[in-house]
């Protein structure tokens, strides 16, 4: 059987971190002039949004802990007009040197954001490093980060490691679940099975033609056995069907498949 960590992330740690980043994003604000309703923080469990749909430009990480940092090309606009808000009476100068200043803020912004959270992290040498897909699994313990300016957004990716830092959690829990029988507990858990009992090819047109009384011979023989299959598809046993109680059943055969890797 594979067992991989499965991560429950409570709505305190998410409020602990995105704490940590509202301040940092409040504090860049107030620096800045920007209005503070301009500059908003949200925070989503990664498995909630999925993989697709995101441009991540750098990566940052430190003694196991990573983050993402990712924006549309859009959102450089955006910072412009929040740090600098139109008005016909700027003089020319003004104007040119607008885009180079919002330049400046983003590029502070990033530096903010990165120090909430991962302080003390070095950027990812070469070649920004992949995102592992597993970071949006359920339970993969990652959480994505949005600090919207406008219509567009900074997004920040935090690996289950930099999320424990930021919020660690409890020690007494923690002592509790590892002290118990996991396999004892796994015993009551219902688990649905179904049985393979074979296949068949049939031509499309006797397919459309077929009606109650047909028979559809299956490529598996009546001495043949059927295979047991998991949750997850995975192939757990082979067995001979069989009744008992006057219901369909299945009898394991000696030669039952191997659980390992089961879902």
Same mark, same amino acid.
């Given at each position: 059987?594979?067992?991989?960590?499965?991560?429950?992330?409570?709505?305190?740690? /998410?409020?602990?971190?995105?704490?940590?980043?509202?301040?940092?994003?409040?504090?860049?604000?107030?620096?800045?002039?920007?209005?503070?309703?301009?500059?908003?923080?949200?925070?989503?469990?990664?498995?909630?949004?999925?993989?697709?749909?995101?441009?991540?430009?750098?990566?940052?990480?430190?003694?196991?802990?990573?983050?993402?940092?990712?924006?549309?090309?859009?959102?450089?606009?955006?910072?412009?007009?929040?740090?600098?808000?139109?008005?016909?009476?700027?003089?020319?100068?003004?104007?040119?040197?607008?885009? +180079?200043?919002?330049?400046?803020?983003?590029?502070?912004?990033?530096?903010?954001?990165?120090?909430?959270?991962?302080?003390?992290?070095?950027?990812?040498?070469?070649?920004?490093?992949?995102?592992?897909?597993?970071?949006?699994?359920?339970?993969?313990?990652?959480?994505?980060?949005?600090?919207?300016?406008?219509?567009?957004? /900074?997004?920040?990716?935090?690996?289950?490691?930099?999320?424990?830092?930021?919020?660690?959690?409890?020690?007494?829990?923690?002592?509790?679940? +590892?002290?118990?029988?996991?396999?004892?507990?796994?015993?009551?858990?219902?688990?649905?099975?179904?049985?393979?009992?074979?296949?068949?090819?049939?031509? /499309?047109?006797?397919?459309?033609?077929?009606?109650?009384?047909?028979?559809?011979?299956?490529?598996?023989?009546?001495?043949?056995?059927?295979? /047991?299959?998991?949750?997850?598809?995975?192939?757990?046993?082979?067995?001979?069907?069989?009744?008992?109680?006057?219901?369909? +059943?299945?009898?394991?055969?000696?030669?039952?498949?191997?659980?390992?890797?089961?879902?």
């Amino acid at each position: 059987m594979s067992v991989r960590p499965f991560t429950l992330l409570g709505t305190s740690v /998410l409020d602990t971190v995105r704490a940590a980043l509202a301040g940092a994003v409040a504090q860049w604000a107030g620096a800045w002039g920007v209005d503070p309703a301009l500059a908003t923080v949200e925070v989503l469990r990664a498995s909630e949004r999925g993989a697709s749909g995101f441009a991540w430009q750098q990566c940052w990480s430190d003694a196991g802990r990573s983050v993402w940092l990712g924006w549309q090309n859009e959102l450089g606009a955006d910072v412009q007009r929040a740090v600098f808000a139109p008005d016909p009476g700027y003089a020319p100068s003004l104007a040119r040197l607008a885009p +180079a200043g919002a330049e400046l803020a983003f590029t502070r912004l990033q530096a903010g954001v990165r120090e909430s959270l991962l302080a003390g992290a070095t950027r990812a040498a070469g070649a920004m490093a992949a995102v592992p897909p597993a970071l949006f699994a359920q339970g993969g313990g990652a959480l994505l980060l949005r600090v919207r300016l406008g219509k567009q957004a /900074l997004d920040c990716l935090l690996n289950a490691e930099a999320v424990s830092a930021l919020a660690p959690a409890p020690d007494q829990p923690v002592a509790a679940l +590892a002290a118990l029988d996991y396999l004892q507990v796994l015993r009551a858990v219902p688990v649905t099975l179904t049985v393979r009992a074979g296949g068949a090819r049939i031509g /499309l047109g006797n397919l459309m033609t077929a009606g109650a009384g047909d028979v559809i011979r299956l490529d598996n023989s009546v001495d043949d056995t059927v295979t /047991l299959v998991g949750p997850g598809g995975n192939a757990l046993f082979e067995a001979y069907l069989g009744q008992r109680d006057g219901m369909v +059943a299945v009898e394991l055969s000696s030669t039952s498949l191997s659980l390992n890797g089961a879902a």
